[in-house]
Every structure is written in C-alpha cells, then in structure tokens.
C-alpha cells in the first residue's frame, strides 16, 4: 500500500481515538484501558506473517516468541476485560 | 485469499474496533463492546492466515500455547492484583512490537538491505528502529511497573544523580543509532557493522524502560501505567509501517491515543505536568513538609464511630489505596448496606488518581457488587460535601488533603481533592500516624470534627459491620 495512504490512515485514526476516548467517565478507566490494551495485541497478525516456511533458527524463535507474547497479550487481556465488566453492574441488573 | 479481500475484512476488524471502544465509554454497553473488539480481532487473525507461504504448526503452536497462559492468567488472577496483570500484559505486546520490528530486520538484512518492494529501505529501517525502541521501553517499563505494582520491587521513586542526563542519552543513543541505521545502506556501513549496531540500539531501548519508570513511584504510577499503554499502541502502529499493514496501523493507533488522553486527564487530576510525573522523583525524599500544622490527631474507637454513623442521614465513603491493600471492599460493601438499611444515603467518593491504576477504586468496589450508581466522581460529589453528615475516609490521603487547596507552600498545592475536610464529621481509617504518598502531612486529620480510626482498614470496617448487626 502507498505510503501516503498509510500515513493518511495513521492521522485519521489519531483524530477519531481522541474523539472516541475523550467522552469517557473516569468510572470505566481501568476497563477501557485494559480493553484498548487488549486492541494493541493486533501485533499478533504481524507476530503471524512473520512465521513463515523456510525462516529457521533465530528468525523462527523470534517470530514464535512474537506470536506467544501477543496471544497472552489478546487473549489475556479480553478475558481480564470482560472479568471486570461482569462486575460492574447496576442496581436492577443484580 | 486476494489480498483485496484480506484488506477488506482488515477494514471490517478496524470498524469492530472503533465500535468496540466506543461502547466501552459506557457501563451499560462496555461488555458487549469489549467482545464486538474481540471478535474484531478474531477476524483479522483468522485472515492473516489465509496469506500464504505460512508455517503454520508453528503458528497454531504458538497461538494455542499463548491462549492458554492468557486465559489461565485472566481468569486466576485476583482483583486487587489488577493493576500489575494490566502493566504486564502492555509489556507483552510491546515485546511482541519490538520482536516483529527484528524479524523484519533480519528479514531485510537477509537481503542486503534492498527495501520491501515500493518503499525506500530508508523508511523500512527507521519504522523498524522506531518498532523496536517503542516496543523494548515498553516491555521494560513494563516489568518492572509490573514489580513495583506487586512489591516484588520497591514501589519507592528512585532518583540517581544525574537521572534526566542518563534518560536523555540513552533516548538520544537509541534514536541516534536508529537514524544511523536508516542512511547506513547509502553511507556505506557493512552488514556486520549494522547488526552490531541494531543490537546496541535494542539494549538501550531496554535500558531506557528502565530508567524511565525508576523515578516514578507509588501514587504516580496511574500515570505510568496508562502511558505505557499509549506506547504498546504506538508500537503496533509502527510495526504496522514495518509491514505495511493497516490495520495494526489503526487499531495502534487508537489504542496510542487512548493512552495518552488517559495519561494527560491523569496528569490534569494531579494537577502537574506530564514531564513532572516523569523526572520529578515524586516522593522520593519525603523532605517537602509544607506549612507546620497545628493541634493533634484524635483518635476514636468503634463505639463512637458507630453511634455517629447509626444517626447520620448521609455518608460518603472515601477510598484510596489503603482500601486496596486491607482487601477491604467487600466489608466497605457491607457497611454501606446496613447503612443504607438503616436509612442513611451512601455515596462513594471517587478521586481519579486513587490507587494505582486509572479507576482502580471503581474495579474493586465493582468486585465487592456495589452499584455502580453509587459511585460519584470527584467534581460531582465536591458540590454536596458541605451538606454530608459523615465523610469515612479508608486509606485515602493525598487526594483529601486540603493543604492542595489552601497551603501554597505545599507540594501538592492546586491538586483537586474531595474536599472530605467539609463533612460535619470526618472518619480517617489509618494503619498508623505516619504520613501518606507523597510525605505530607495531612491537615484534615487535625481537624476538631476529624477522628482517627488506626488499624488495618479491614478490621475497622468488620467491627463498624458487626457493631450494626449486634444493635439489629
């Protein structure tokens, strides 16, 4: 993809996260931090590309090690997430 | 799979992003956005794996172990230990950033540094560099906030002579070695001499997390912890520019300016800047006192506390990190029932930097089932206090102490508090006389109408708890 285009999406996207976040009550902080760290796991689907047939020795294990740490990071961090918001919970929803 | 196709359901996942942290901006449709999230990012994993020339025992391998230790990790961990699974799991991203940025850089040595087809190698190298400087300081920073948080390390801020210099070269080294790599290939460097090179600039990166977050201590660390997850973000976009992949540049993105518009409200809540988080040594020496205060601490017993609380028409609870270490929620909880039963209207009071991570009150008095309507934020809560018959105060120190509002000599001078200092009558659970975080001495508890609750938070509410049942 053209790197304009990227650069493009990149700005974009810094002006839509700042309009999305700003609005948010201090209430729900912790899950919103947690769930966007969750988001930043999307560098599983680099960690992916980057275990491919033929790299061997160290490129395999840097690629492996990659995949490992952003599927703790993605599945971990969802779960931990959604534990947190099963508690949060109103008066009549109990 | 066409690579159209790939791209279109990247579109798809980077849409169930944006859905997803936009209905986490409310409680009532936070859990079903958390899962439109994950579901997004289910999708763009499942067609990755349609791209080809993948080794995929490996692949399945790594994403079965890495569920596994993700899921058990989520599910074991306890509430109160929230704040360090958060830290370490943004380290673990970060680490996977850094370690994609290296591949590739193998990758792009391999091949004699000619370039991905239709970028400069130029730009390749110094989106790499930026991959992996980002990605190491947050795996770094991230481990040992992750040690402070669980006390493996001294939660204390640690300053060495000289710090912001040691800071300052070690970011300009790693930067530095960065932008010398990116011209190496025109200048001539050999491949040996590059690789060297990469290497040193992942050891400072390393070094950098470390000595950035070694200065930051105990109440600061909201700020760190939502800093650190601003650069998890910003170091899966620019992996995302190492691959030339969109949506790790979107979804870094957003998570990037998650983080620091957290960090910058957190920094708003303390009233200090962003850089005096960072450089400052918050309480490292306890020396700041600020103006001498006068009069003495009284202490109270149960018993009174009890009778006062028994013909208060309204309370509000004030909990702070104290609360968090007593484990003290689920009996705070119960308190505020009978009191409730009892007639009185209960509110808990929420200070945007308590505890140790942004919101950290709120998750564990979630845990303890209190409704979350009974939850007042700062600005909210600060207009009613005149008119509050009863303000307990559980472990809260810095955040209620009205020398931020009145003492100009006070290092916490022009911090917003909850002006507890305003209730009819005040409730201090404390372990000891000592003083809180940041080493000031706190005037509110002098006051006449303030009475001093020592012991562990959790003791002092059971027996507030039990007094209420015996009376029944």
């Keep these: 993809m053209d790197l304009i285009q990227l650069l493009f999406i990149f700005t974009l996207a810094a002006f839509l996260g700042y309009e999305l976040i700003k609005r948010v009550p201090s209430q729900l902080h912790t899950p919103l931090m947690s769930g966007s760290n969750a988001i930043s796991g999307i560098t599983i689907v680099g960690a992916i590309l980057a275990v491919r047939v033929g790299a061997g020795g160290f490129d395999l294990i840097l690629g492996v090690l990659a995949l490992v740490l952003a599927t703790i990071n993605v599945v971990g961090g969802y779960f931990v997430t959604d534990r947190m918001l099963a508690m949060f919970r109103d008066k009549e929803g109990r | 799979m066409n690579p159209l196709l790939i791209n279109f359901a990247y579109i798809i996942a980077s849409i169930m992003f944006v859905v997803g942290i936009k209905m986490l901006g409310s409680a009532k449709s936070a859990r079903r956005g958390n899962l439109i999230s994950s579901l997004g990012m289910l999708l763009a994993v499942v067609v990755t794996l349609f791209d080809a020339g993948l080794n995929y025992s490996w692949i399945v391998g790594g994403l079965l172990v890495g569920s596994a230790i993700g899921f058990l990790a989520a599910r074991l961990v306890k509430m109160t230990a929230m704040p360090e699974m958060v830290a370490l799991f ?205 009069g003495e601490m009284k202490a109270g017993s149960i018993d009174s506390a009890y009778f006062v609380l028994e013909a208060a028409s309204s309370v509000v609870i004030i909990p702070g990190y104290g609360m968090a270490v007593a484990q003290a929620q689920h009996a705070v909880h119960e308190l505020g029932e009978l009191l409730e039963a009892n007639g009185t209207d209960v509110k808990y009071a929420i200070h945007p930097v308590a505890g140790r991570m942004p919101g950290h009150m709120n998750v564990l008095l979630a845990e303890a089932d209190v409704p979350y309507e009974q939850l007042v934020e700062m600005d909210d809560i600060n207009p009613l206090m005149p008119t509050v018959d009863v303000a307990i105060v559980i472990g809260a120190n810095d955040v209620v102490n009205p020398a931020a509002a009145d003492d100009p000599s006070s290092p916490i001078y022009g911090m917003p508090i909850i002006n507890a200092h305003e209730a009819r009558t005040v409730f201090a659970l404390k372990r000891g006389q000592g003083a809180g975080f940041s080493g000031i001495v706190n005037q509110l508890y002098f006051l006449e109408k303030t009475r001093m609750l020592y012991g562990d938070a959790k003791a002092t509410v059971s027996g507030l708890v039990n007094q209420f049942k015996e009376s029944d």
């Design chain 2, 90 to 294: 943004n380290g673990f991203g970060g680490a996977a950033s850094m370690l994609v940025g290296w591949a590739e850089w193998n990758r792009v040595a391999g091949e004699s540094f000619t370039g991905s087809v239709g970028v400069p190698v130029e730009f390749t190298i110094s989106v790499i560099a930026l991959a992996v400087i980002i990605g190491g300081v947050t795996l770094s920073g991230s481990v040992q906030a992750w040690g402070k948080l669980s006390g493996k390390l001294g939660s204390k801020a640690v300053v060495l002579p000289g710090q912001t210099l040691i800071n300052a070269a070690l970011l300009f080294g790693a930067a530095g070695l960065g932008a010398l790599l990116a011209v190496g290939p025109d200048i001539g460097l050999t491949p040996g001499l590059m690789n060297v090179l990469f290497i040193v600039m992942v050891i400072l990166s390393l070094v950098l997390g470390v000595f950035g977050v070694l200065p930051i201590g105990g109440g600061d660390m909201p700020v760190v912890i939502a800093l650190l997850n601003s650069l998890s973000g910003l170091a899966a976009a620019a992996a995302g520019f190492v691959i030339l992949n969109n949506v790790l540049i979107v979804a870094g993105c957003l998570v990037g300016c998650s983080g620091l518009i957290l960090t910058l409200i957190m920094c708003k809540a303390m009233n200090r800047s962003l850089a005096n988080v960072l450089f400052s040594g918050f309480g490292a020496s306890g020396s700041s006192s600020g103006a001498k205060v006068e």
